[in-house]
Nanobody, 121 residues
Framework: QVQLVESGGGLVQSGDSLTLACEFFGGAFYDYTMGWFRRQAPGKEREFLAAISWTGRNTYYSDPVKGRFTISRDNSKNTVSLQMNSLKPEDTAVYYC?????????????WGQGTQVTVSS
């Protein structure tokens, strides 16, 4: 059974950087496109942020994070990361790792439990 475990969230100031990590357990990590999403408020839909193909050669970013966030993966360690730079208060959210992300639709089969990122002004 696939399990995703995020880490790295916390409280930072506007303009700071933070890196989130996600460990993948229980399946063939290299088979899956992986991604990151966030939910900015309870009841709000999860927002797609970034995806990376199983080879790592193809990536895609949503407009709000393009140029500031970088997704990467290490298939030898079954991990996917999200480097976040120039953080803004509006980046405050619960961030989720996603597995088996469908390219372009961004529908995802597996989800982590989420990690809170809070950006103070």
């Amino acid at each position: 059974q696939v399990q995703l475990v995020e880490s790295g969230g916390g409280l930072v100031q506007s303009g700071d950087s933070l890196t989130l990590a996600c460990e993948f357990f229980g399946g063939a990590f290299y088979d899956y496109t992986m991604g990151w999403f966030r939910r900015q408020a309870p009841g709000k839909e999860r927002e797609f942020l970034a995806a990376i193909s199983w080879t790592g050669r193809n990536t895609y970013y949503s407009d709000p994070v393009k140029g500031r966030f970088t997704i990467s993966r290490d298939n030898s360690k079954n991990t996917v990361s999200l480097q976040m730079n120039s953080l803004k208060p509006e980046d405050t959210a619960v961030y989720y790792c996603a597995g088996d992300v469908q390219w372009r639709s961004w529908e995802s089969h597996y989800w982590g439990q989420g990690t809170q990122v809070t950006v103070s002004s």
